[in-house]
Nanobody, 115 residues
């Protein structure tokens, strides 16, 4: 069982930056893929960014060039650097760690971008 805790959310003005962290209670070394997802009010949860075991990354089109996902296996932590934030980025952000047989979710952190 791995517990995930997100942090770093908050209220920021458009154009600002935030750095989200996802701390795992156990090793993430064997994770096949780790990702950040978000869910805005009235909308379905969507993938924002993912990082695979080999280091390859993928991003949702609307965040390409603005967000950067990374992972620190030694610290069992994943990050999401968010720059040039827009009001449409407002959502609860969740982290996910997929070990192939099992996957785990955090409880989320609120990101609110004011115009």
């Amino acid at each position: 069982q791995v517990q995930l805790v997100e942090s770093g959310g908050g209220l920021v003005q458009a154009g600002g930056s935030l750095r989200l962290s996802c701390a795992a209670s156990g090793s993430i070394l064997s994770a096949k893929v780790m990702g950040w997802y978000r869910q805005a009010p009235g909308k379905q949860r969507e993938v924002v960014a993912r990082i695979f075991s080999g280091g390859r990354t993928s991003y949702e089109d609307s965040v390409k060039g603005r967000f950067t996902i990374s992972r620190d296996n030694a610290k069992n932590t994943m990050y999401l650097q968010m720059n040039s934030l827009k009001p449409e980025d407002t959502a609860v952000y969740y982290c996910n760690v997929d070990f192939a047989l099992f996957d785990y979710w955090g409880r989320g952190t609120q990101v609110t971008v004011s115009s």
